[in-house]
């Protein structure tokens, strides 16, 4: 009888280690379980803000290159400008020139009022083919006295 409650006692105390190692390793299950759905949770949150990171450095990216392509056009239609003045200017300053207005101060020479230069005479001016025919008309006028 001894032995056979020794042997209850032992069945006992197997029972409640037995029912002690599955309450331990049912707490440790539920710790690894929250661990498990923290970890998850962070990884969710770190790949959110990696993602709202990614994009906002895209945007950023992307406003920049729309800048970059503002100021670029800018600078094009104001060289572009600036070259149609310049255009502008060099035909005016042709037009209106010297040159193709034939203006006969510029074949008037250094050396004096009576003298020109060749190569940029333009004729005599009305003025001075007044006075040729004025002075042919008085030597014809004395040849005839």
């Not at 990884?43 to 450095?57: G, N, P, T, Y």
Request: with cysteine; charged share 35%.
């Amino acid at each position: 009888e001894l032995q056979q409650e020794k042997a209850r006692e032992w069945v006992k105390q197997q029972t409640n280690e037995k029912n002690q190692a599955d309450a331990n390793q049912k707490y440790a299950d539920h710790l690894y379980d929250l661990k498990a759905r923290e970890m998850d949770q962070r990884a969710c949150e770190l790949a959110s803000a990696e993602a709202d990171c990614r994009r906002a450095i895209n945007m950023a990216t992307k406003d920049m290159n729309e800048a970059l392509a503002r100021e670029r056009r800018a600078k094009e239609d104001s060289e572009r400008q600036q070259e149609q003045d310049d255009n502008f200017t060099e035909i005016s300053n042709h037009v209106f020139g010297d040159m193709l207005t034939e203006n006969p101060d510029v074949a008037q020479s250094a050396f004096g009022p009576h003298r020109v230069i060749t190569d940029r005479w333009k004729g005599m001016s009305p003025g001075q083919l007044a006075e040729i025919r004025h002075i042919q008309q008085a030597q014809i006028e004395e040849k005839q006295r």
